[in-house]
């Protein structure tokens, strides 16, 4: 029995891992489409110290009047039309109804021009938290070569794992067949044996019993038989 909850528990923790594993894999997807939260990698060193190139940020989705002073946000740069995350140093409204964001990296000297204007309700990712060192390994598994190896590599770990789990099963199967048949062979010799101890009793039971109660004969050596 222990080694048989052992296979058990193994393999309860390997559907674990394997589910883990799948959720990891859409995890990000899911966060994206349901909550806006969103993963990007840092590229330039323009946000020393806060962040570094080859740090992770993670984003929500902010509208632009919930934007203030000194918020880390997500844009995109007219010039370059390269995506920056540099700090909110200025902000400027038109009668609510749009908003004019400057920007800033932390080690620049001077601030981004031109300063970015957007409707009240536009939308706009606001860096959330900063995980060091982990960009070039999200660059890493988001690209297309990434996610087709992959996704080839759990596939073929979950073939693996309904192989091992399919042998285990069979396993226990003739585990519990031996364990049954061991069991039918007890009850049978059990039997036998009862049934054998029954016919010996039948066999030595006296038809007489061997004291009557009464005087016992003995031999004599004057022709007589006295009695005890």
Same mark, same amino acid.
């Given at each position: 029995?222990p080694?048989?909850?052992?296979?058990?528990?193994?393999?309860?923790?390997?559907?674990?891992?394997?589910?883990?594993?799948?959720?990891?894999?859409?995890?990000?997807?899911?966060?994206?489409?349901?909550?806006g939260?969103?993963?990007?990698?840092? =590229? $330039?060193?323009?946000?020393?110290?806060?962040?570094?190139?080859?740090?992770? %940020?993670?984003?929500? &989705?902010? @509208?632009? !009047?919930?934007?203030?002073?000194?918020?880390v946000?997500?844009?995109?740069?007219?010039?370059?039309?390269?995506?920056?995350?540099h700090?909110?140093?200025?902000?400027?409204?038109?009668?609510?109804t749009?908003?004019?964001?400057?920007?800033?990296?932390?080690?620049?000297?001077?601030a981004d021009?031109?300063?970015?204007?957007?409707?009240?309700?536009?939308?706009?990712?606001?860096v959330?938290?900063?995980?060091?060192?982990?960009?070039?390994?999200?660059?890493? =598994? $988001?690209?297309?070569?990434?996610?087709?190896?992959g996704?080839?590599?759990? %596939?073929?770990?979950? &073939?693996? @794992?309904? !192989?091992?789990?399919?042998?285990?099963n069979?396993?226990?199967e003739?585990?519990?067949?031996?364990?049954?048949?061991?069991?039918?062979?007890?009850?049978?010799?059990?039997?036998?044996?009862?049934?054998?101890?029954?016919?010996?009793?039948?066999?030595?039971a006296?038809?007489?019993?061997?004291?009557?109660g009464?005087?016992?004969?003995v031999?004599?050596?004057s022709?007589?038989?006295?009695?005890?």
């Amino acid at each position: 029995m222990p080694h048989k909850e052992a296979k058990k528990a193994k393999r309860n923790s390997t559907v674990v891992f394997a589910s883990m594993s799948i959720f990891l894999m859409v995890a990000p997807a899911l966060a994206s489409s349901y909550f806006g939260i969103g993963v990007f990698t840092v =590229l $330039s060193q323009s946000m020393k110290p806060y962040m570094a190139a080859g740090d992770g %940020i993670v984003t929500n &989705v902010v @509208l632009a !009047r919930d934007v203030h002073i000194g918020d880390v946000v997500l844009v995109q740069n007219p010039k370059s039309f390269e995506q920056v995350s540099h700090r909110v140093v200025e902000v400027k409204t038109t009668d609510n109804t749009q908003y004019t964001i400057t920007t800033k990296g932390d080690a620049n000297p001077a601030a981004d021009t031109p300063a970015l204007t957007f409707n009240a309700d536009a939308s706009l990712r606001r860096v959330v938290t900063v995980v060091p060192k982990v960009g070039y390994a999200l660059n890493s =598994l $988001s690209s297309t070569v990434g996610r087709v190896g992959g996704i080839v590599a759990l %596939i073929a770990y979950l &073939v693996y @794992l309904m !192989r091992k789990m399919r042998k285990s099963n069979v396993e226990m199967e003739e585990t519990s067949n031996i364990s049954t048949q061991e069991s039918d062979i007890a009850t049978r010799v059990e039997h036998l044996v009862k049934e054998h101890l029954k016919s010996l009793d039948k066999t030595i039971a006296p038809s007489e019993p061997l004291l009557s109660g009464g005087p016992v004969p003995v031999a004599s050596n004057s022709g007589e038989r006295p009695y005890l």
